[in-house]
């Protein structure tokens, strides 16, 4: 989706991750070399330069403005079909989705317009043709074998889009990024349930100044119970920067404490 006059272009993050060279093209068909501008994998966006094209921008809406049973169009290249074009509603706002890998977007939009392979990094449009958000996501039913829950999807709200894309468009990477952030890593997991277990704190981060340490095990975030690492994310993601928080953990010992964390801002040199 063309970001601004400047033959900026943004899209996920995932879709860029194989890496460049990058190619463009638009609805006429014209094909453009593009190079990565950059990106952040935590919000799955990424912005690439056009070379030599002349792209008319997006306009996009306040998705803040949306209400649960607006109509939406989903436009992309899915199956390599270009200008796809899906209808659906607003059924839900402000979900927490995980995308796997350790992503968990925040207030994503859910939508009845169908989300195919190739619409990532489209455009979630008003019936005015105002981009309202970025497709980004299908939900996958465990009973269908992992295959798409017909009518869920999920796209990323254009207030964070326009957020995101503009930091990076202007300095290369994420300057703030309105994330929450512990400060550790983590062990594989062991035994399902087991909490997450700390493999390293780094120096001088939330976690560090409040006395976690490697080989803790956190069992809660705030209140949430933590089962394993991918349960971390989550958490995360519905705290913010500045906020300080019990966390509970279990020590090498087996003695038990909780801690304050104050948590710090997701560093936006990220993916």
């Known amino acids: 989706m063309v970001f601004d006059n400047r033959g900026d272009v943004v899209t996920n993050a995932h879709v860029v991750a194989g890496g460049g060279p990058f190619k463009v093209t638009d609805s006429r068909g ?9 990106a952040f994998a935590p919000d799955d966006l990424a912005v690439v330069r056009t070379q030599g094209a002349s792209l008319r921008p997006a306009t996009f809406a306040d998705s803040r403005q ?39 977007l925040p207030n994503v939009i859910q939508t009845s317009a169908s989300i195919s392979p190739g619409n990532s990094g489209g455009a979630l449009v008003d019936l005015s043709g105002q981009v309202v958000g970025i497709p980004t996501l299908a939900a996958t039913d465990p009973q269908l074998g992992g295959g798409a829950a017909p009518g869920i999807g999920f796209a990323i709200p ?6 995101i894309a503009g930091q990076i468009v202007q300095n290369g990477h994420v300057v703030s990024s309105h994330r929450a952030f512990l400060g550790v890593d983590f062990a594989a997991q062991l035994e399902p349930g087991s909490g997450a277990v700390v493999a390293a704190v780094q120096p001088g981060t939330p976690a560090a100044r409040a006395g976690i340490m490697p080989g803790d095990s956190i069992v809660s975030i705030n209140g949430q119970s933590i089962n394993s690492p991918d349960d971390i994310p989550t958490a995360l993601a519905s705290l913010s ?15 038990q404490t909780t801690v304050k964390v104050t948590l710090g801002q997701y560093p936006g040199r990220a993916g």
């Open 66 to 104: 949306l209400k649960i049973g607006d109509l939406v169009l989903a436009i992309g290249n899915p199956l390599g079909l270009r200008s796809s074009v899906t209808d659906g509603i607003i059924s839900a706002l402000g979900r927490t989705v995980p995308e796997g890998n350790g992503v968990v």
């Open 158 to 163: 254009s207030a964070v889009v326009k957020d």
């Open 30 to 38: 014209h094909t453009y070399t593009a190079t990565l501008v950059g």
């Open 241 to 255: 920067p500045g906020q300080t928080v019990p966390v509970a953990i279990v020590r090498q010992d087996g003695s």
